[in-house]
């Protein structure tokens, strides 16, 4: 006699590594449209010059013969026409595709950076603190803490006022937003730490008379990669945006630089007019921090040690009573 015989599914752990990462995040078609929105707006960044020049316009250059009596750009939907893709800029007659292609290295670069600078401040600070612990992680924390609770963004309007003009604006704004994201890196860096530093491998390496920073390199960092990776990630969209609002509030990077938040500033007064000055710039800042978003929560779910796959054995045939 035979029987058909259906086996439990039964839960088996995800691939691990880079490949198994990779893996799990091309399975999730909204990370891959995202990390396809990214490279595209990279890609953006990086040919600006070449774009521009499709159009034979560039962002320095004043075309006030497009522009009507009040300032405002002559024909439909600001001015779009053959010559001007993405129509002009209302009182200067600038190009708005070379504008938003220009301020795509503007606001990504700046993103970036600042990016990276709260990283490395912020990784510092929650490692050393979560591993040597004692009163240096006592004042730390307190500094933290009095970090989160300071007014940054008034700070940071404030020193951007102050500042020399001859200091560079971009090299300005990215060392402010980027000192001011560090806080919330370290307090999530110090909580894995004071978790990792008590795992076998952790106390092993220490009995074993390795050096403190030799311990950080070899044993802390490597396994906090994971978590450093989707913060890096989730921290783009917010530097981006912060760099947007200075920038909107007129104290970020000096015109005539191209900058998304500022050309946003500026499309306020003419939205009645003009709605399209408006929709290029706000469009392109939305699109790449819901990317950056996407694809940082695809990452997280990505990385998860804890994430497990469901395996659904195939039906036995065949098997006798």
Same mark, same amino acid.
């Given at each position: 006699?035979?029987?058909?015989?259906?086996?439990?599914? @039964? /839960?088996?752990?995800?691939? &691990? %590594? +880079?490949? $198994?990462?990779?893996?799990?995040?091309?399975?999730? *078609?909204?990370?891959? =449209?995202?990390?396809?929105?990214?490279?595209?707006?990279?890609?953006?960044a990086?040919?600006?010059?070449?774009?521009?020049?499709?159009?034979?316009?560039?962002?320095?250059?004043?075309?006030?013969?497009?522009?009507?009596?009040?300032?405002?750009?002559?024909?439909?939907?600001?001015?779009?026409?053959?010559?001007?893709?993405?129509?002009?800029?209302?009182?200067?007659?600038?190009d708005?595709?070379?504008?938003?292609?220009?301020?795509?290295?503007?606001s990504?670069?700046?993103?970036?950076?600042?990016?990276?600078?709260?990283m490395?401040?912020? @990784? /510092?600070?929650?490692?050393? &603190? %979560? +591993?040597? $612990?004692?009163?240096?992680?006592?004042?730390m924390? *307190?500094?933290?803490? =009095?970090m989160?609770?300071?007014?940054?963004?008034?700070?940071?309007?404030?020193?951007?006022?102050?500042?020399?003009?001859?200091?560079?604006?971009?090299?300005?704004?990215?060392?402010?937003?980027?000192?001011?994201?560090?806080?919330?890196?370290?307090?999530?860096?110090?909580?894995?730490?004071?978790?990792?530093?008590?795992?076998?491998?952790?106390?092993?390496?220490?009995?074993?008379?390795?050096?403190?920073?030799?311990?950080?390199?070899?044993?802390?960092?490597?396994?906090?990669?994971?978590?450093?990776?989707?913060?890096?990630?989730?921290?783009?969209?917010?530097?981006?945006?912060?760099?947007?609002?200075?920038?909107?509030?007129?104290?970020?990077?000096?015109?005539?630089?191209?900058?998304?938040?500022?050309?946003?500033?500026?499309?306020?007064?003419?939205?009645?007019?003009?709605?399209?000055?408006?929709?290029?710039?706000?469009a392109?800042?939305?699109?790449?921090?819901?990317?950056?978003?996407?694809?940082g929560?695809?990452?997280?779910?990505?990385?998860?040690?804890?994430?497990?796959?469901?395996?659904?054995?195939?039906?036995?045939?065949?098997?006798?009573?």
């Amino acid at each position: 006699m035979t029987a058909n015989v259906a086996t439990a599914p @039964v /839960a088996a752990p995800t691939a &691990t %590594g +880079f490949r $198994g990462v990779v893996s799990r995040v091309r399975s999730d *078609r909204w990370a891959v =449209v995202s990390a396809i929105v990214i490279v595209v707006f990279a890609l953006v960044a990086i040919l600006a010059p070449v774009l521009a020049k499709l159009t034979g316009q560039n962002p320095y250059s004043y075309h006030t013969g497009t522009l009507g009596g009040i300032g405002a750009p002559r024909g439909a939907f600001g001015g779009v026409s053959a010559t001007h893709w993405f129509g002009v800029e209302p009182l200067t007659g600038r190009d708005l595709f070379a504008i938003v292609t220009y301020g795509a290295r503007t606001s990504l670069g700046i993103g970036l950076a600042a990016t990276v600078v709260s990283m490395v401040i912020g @990784v /510092a600070v929650g490692v050393t &603190t %979560g +591993f040597l $612990g004692g009163w240096y992680d006592r004042i730390m924390s *307190r500094v933290i803490d =009095v970090m989160f609770g300071f007014p940054s963004l008034v700070f940071m309007i404030a020193l951007t006022a102050i500042v020399p003009s001859k200091f560079p604006a971009t090299v300005l704004v990215t060392i402010v937003i980027g000192f001011f994201g560090w806080p919330s890196v370290a307090r999530v860096i110090r909580g894995q730490t004071l978790s990792l530093r008590e795992r076998n491998f952790v106390v092993a390496s220490t009995a074993m008379g390795a050096g403190t920073w030799h311990t950080i390199r070899t044993q802390l960092l490597p396994n906090l990669a994971a978590t450093i990776t989707v913060y890096a990630t989730i921290s783009i969209p917010s530097m981006i945006g912060a760099e947007a609002a200075l920038s909107f509030l007129s104290v970020g990077v000096t015109p005539p630089t191209p900058s998304w938040g500022r050309s946003i500033g500026d499309a306020i007064g003419w939205v009645q007019t003009d709605p399209m000055y408006l929709v290029f710039p706000g469009a392109a800042l939305f699109v790449i921090t819901l990317a950056f978003n996407m694809l940082g929560d695809a990452l997280r779910d990505a990385l998860d040690p804890r994430r497990t796959v469901t395996v659904r054995p195939r039906r036995r045939e065949g098997v006798r009573a």
